[in-house]
């Protein structure tokens, strides 16, 4: 992930509204723009707008089904996220606590 790609997904994910909408694709995949608004007090227009931030960082995607545009989680940028920025914060602490697991585990 190169650095706009980066910065978009931040972007996306910097709103309420937006980390919203992902929640609910999380708890269940391919809503249609009407089920996304059903959720919300905003106008469909207002949902849209989010949705194609959402588009343009890949965290969505869409699939056409007859006159229905589908949305799908795209999980995959948040991943490369903590991979880059949690994973290498956490890893010490996890390699500490597993260490002093196995320390106090050993027999005497």
């Known amino acids: 992930m190169d650095e706009d790609e980066l910065g978009g997904v931040f972007k996306a994910l910097a709103d309420p509204t937006r980390r919203f909408l992902l929640d609910l694709l999380f708890t269940r995949d391919g809503r249609t723009l009407t089920e ?8 469909r227009f207002g949902v849209m707008k989010h949705l194609k ?3 343009e960082a890949n965290l969505v995607a869409t699939q056409r089904s007859g006159r229905e545009k589908l ?9 490369q996220i903590h991979d880059r920025w ?3 914060y956490t890893q010490s602490r ?7 697991k196995n320390s106090l585990e050993r027999p005497s």
């Open 86 to 88: 949690i994973d290498k």
């Open 94 to 100: 996890v390699s500490a606590l597993l260490d002093l």
């Open 36 to 43: 996304l608004e059903s959720e919300l007090e905003m106008t």
């Open 71 to 79: 949305h799908f989680l795209n999980p995959v940028p948040i991943r």
């Open 53 to 55: 931030v959402l588009e």
